[in-house]
């Protein structure tokens, strides 16, 4: 959603709340770093850089502003921000059973549903509307093993550490876990085959 300098600088512009812990900006004049609504005298486009983190801003030799106070301890990475936005979605296409909008869940966790689609994929190895399609027809992890917790159902952490799952010859994959072992090859082709209203997460492909 802040992927670029131009969006960020937008967001700067217009104080956008949603990029509160999306990013930081440094003004190169006053060597001074901030976050995006720091109550501050805007600055010169020219005179702006963007960082991810406090720590990139402090490596590149920028110091906090004393007003907003952008420290690293409360300033979190976008894996870390990302993280969190798909486990809380997981948490909340599993308490609906599946029936949740793409627009609906991308808005409870403050993000563009276009972005927040790539991100949850990226983690997850498939889209919110498989995963709302395992869910609504109980084949996610969290009713293979009876008694588990829907954080256990979404396995943020190893996704986004790994990458990916079991190799071809090492078992299941994420697809398989998350599909209650049938591979992706074996999914249905579209909602209508499971005779589900078009109501659950719209896959944007």
């Not at 030799?61 to 990475?77: H, I, L, V």
Request: aromatic share 8%; hydrophobic share 30%; proline share 5%.
């Amino acid at each position: 959603m802040f992927d670029t300098p131009e969006s960020r600088w937008r967001a700067l512009q217009t104080r956008n709340r949603l990029a509160a812990s999306a990013f930081l900006y440094g003004v190169t004049t006053t060597r001074i770093y901030c976050r995006p609504a720091c109550p501050s005298r805007l600055a010169r486009q020219a005179n702006i850089v963007f960082f991810d983190s406090a720590t990139e801003a402090e490596s590149a030799g920028f110091r906090p502003c004393r007003r907003c106070k952008p420290s690293k301890s409360d300033f979190e990475p976008k894996t870390v921000q990302h993280e969190k936005a798909v486990r809380k979605a997981c948490n909340l296409i599993d308490a609906a059973g599946g029936r949740l909008t793409l627009d609906n869940l991308a808005s409870s966790v403050g993000l563009s549903p276009r972005y927040f689609h790539g991100i949850f994929k990226n983690a997850m190895g498939v889209t919110p509307s498989v995963y709302a399609m395992r869910v609504r027809k109980g084949k996610t992890v969290r009713t293979l093993q009876s008694g588990d917790k829907p954080e256990e159902a979404c396995t943020v952490n190893r996704a986004l550490s790994s990458g990916t799952g079991h190799g071809r010859n090492g078992g299941e994959t994420r697809e398989s876990v998350l599909s209650g072992g049938i591979s992706p090859s074996g999914w249905p082709q579209n909602v209508a085959d499971l005779g589900f209203t078009k109501k659950i997460c719209f896959d944007r492909r």
